[in-house]
Every structure is written in structure tokens, then in C-alpha cells.
């Protein structure tokens, strides 16, 4: 059991930082997009990779696990790109674990980002480039200190569900004890057993850090000390 909360605890950890940076450049990027013109070619552009952003949201984990077996499999590019650098396949390994979770928390943690891009409005990158700021001392002196809370709140979603994912995890990494056996994984096997005990354990531990999160998120998220504070 103890390897098992390692690895995943480590998954959630390794992707974590990866997603937040991912996330606030793509993030900001789309909504610096939505400003353009409704009819040019990087509005459009701008939409539909929000469109593919958003969709692990909509598609079942199940099938978003399929295609990513497929791709990072032996047969696949992905796996093809892992033996010609002398791998053999990220499919049920620890890296195609961080890949799948990578795409398919994503959206979880772009969506936070870009409603904090969006709500501090274009004000204050106006008053920065008025004193002279590069757009790049803009983002990073301006937008990156007034949406902190929504860089938390996003890295916390992140991490959460990174925890909770079981379809895509089972599908892209199966059941190996140490390598790709996770939490959700662990519960369902212990249920298919009838092992009530630690299923309770298990779960009960899940829902009591889910809800300290969810509490966490609450507070991060409550718009009225979020303004109070800017």
C-alpha cells in the first residue's frame, strides 16, 4: 500500500508544475486571442484550440485513454519516438501516466486561469504599457501577482484530479504494483476482493482530502476578498 501512495502522490507532484506552467502560457494566450478580431484567423485559431483544450472535459476518460494507448504504444508515434531514444514504449509506464494525466487535467487547470486572466480586465496591462512595460513585464509584474489566487486554485484542481483519475489511469497504465497501480486503482481492486476494510480506509481518506481542497478552493475563489485584495 505504501508503494502505491507513493506513486500516486508522485504523479500528482510531477505533473502538478508541469500543468501550471502549461497552463497559465496557454491560459493567457487564449485570452490575449479573444481580443482580436471575431472574424480573423487568430481569433479562429485561438477557438479552436480552446475547443481541443476543453475536450477531456466532454470526452469519456475511457476513450481519451484508448487513443493515448494507441498513440504511446509499441505500434504508435509516441512509442516510436520512445525506441529511438532507446526506450521501448511509455504505454503502462510511469512516464505515459504523466502524459495522460497531463492531457487530461488540462483543461481543469486552464479554465481557472483564464476566467482570473479575464475578470482583472485590460486596465492594469494598460497602465503597465503607459509606464513603458514590455508586454513581457506586463504578464509577469502584473497579470502572474493579481491572479495568484487563480495560479492556486488551478494548481490545486490540478493536483486533485490528478489523484482522483481512474478510466485514463487504468487505461494507459494498467494495474502494476510500484510502477502504475494508483489510489483509484487500489479501491477498485480491493472492492472487486471484498476487502471493505481498507476500501473504507481508502476512500474515506480520499473524501477527507477532497473536502479539505474543495474547502481551500472556496476560499481561494471567493470573488469579493479576491477584489478586496487587488
Known amino acids: 500500500m505504501v508503494q502505491t501512495l507513493w506513486v500516486t502522490f508522485k504523479l500528482a507532484l510531477v505533473t502538478t508544475p508541469i500543468l501550471l506552467v502549461v497552463g497559465i502560457a496557454l491560459a493567457w494566450w487564449l485570452e490575449q486571442n479573444s481580443h ?10 485561438g477557438e479552436a484550440v480552446a475547443a481541443v483544450v476543453t475536450l477531456p472535459m466532454i470526452l469519456p476518460a475511457t476513450v481519451l485513454g484508448f487513443y493515448l494507448l ?16 532507446g526506450g521501448t514504449s511509455l504505454a503502462f509506464s510511469f512516464s505515459g ?15 481557472p486561469l483564464r476566467n482570473g486572466f479575464a475578470t482583472m480586465g485590460r486596465q492594469p496591462l494598460e497602465v503597465a504599457a503607459s509606464l513603458r512595460a514590455t508586454p513581457w513585464q506586463g504578464f509577469w ?15 490545486l484542481l490540478g493536483f486533485a484530479h490528478t489523484i482522483g483519475e481512474f478510466g485514463l489511469v487504468l487505461m494507459i ?5 510500484g510502477q502504475t497501480r494508483v489510489l ?3 479501491i ?13 480506509w481508502l476512500a474515506g481518506g480520499l473524501v477527507l482530502l477532497s473536502l479539505a481542497m474543495s474547502l481551500t478552493l472556496g476560499f481561494l475563489l471567493r470573488p469579493g476578498r479576491s477584489r478586496q485584495e487587488q
Open 184 to 186: 483509484s486503482i487500489a
Open 188 to 200: 477498485y481492486d480491493d472492492v472487486e476482493t471484498m476487502n471493505w476494510a481498507r476500501v473504507h
Open 97 to 111: 501516466l504523466v502524459i495522460g494525466s497531463l492531457i487530461y487535467s488540462l483543461p481543469f487547470v486552464v479554465q
Open 70 to 85: 494507441v498513440f504511446l504504444g509499441v505500434g504508435g508515434a509516441g512509442g516510436w519516438l520512445a525506441q529511438s531514444w
Open 173 to 177: 497504465g494498467g494495474n502494476i504494483p
Open 141 to 155: 509584474r502584473v497579470a502572474v501577482p493579481l491572479n495568484r489566487r487563480a495560479i492556486l486554485a488551478a494548481g
Open 36 to 45: 482580436k478580431h471575431p472574424y480573423g484567423l487568430c481569433h479562429w485559431l
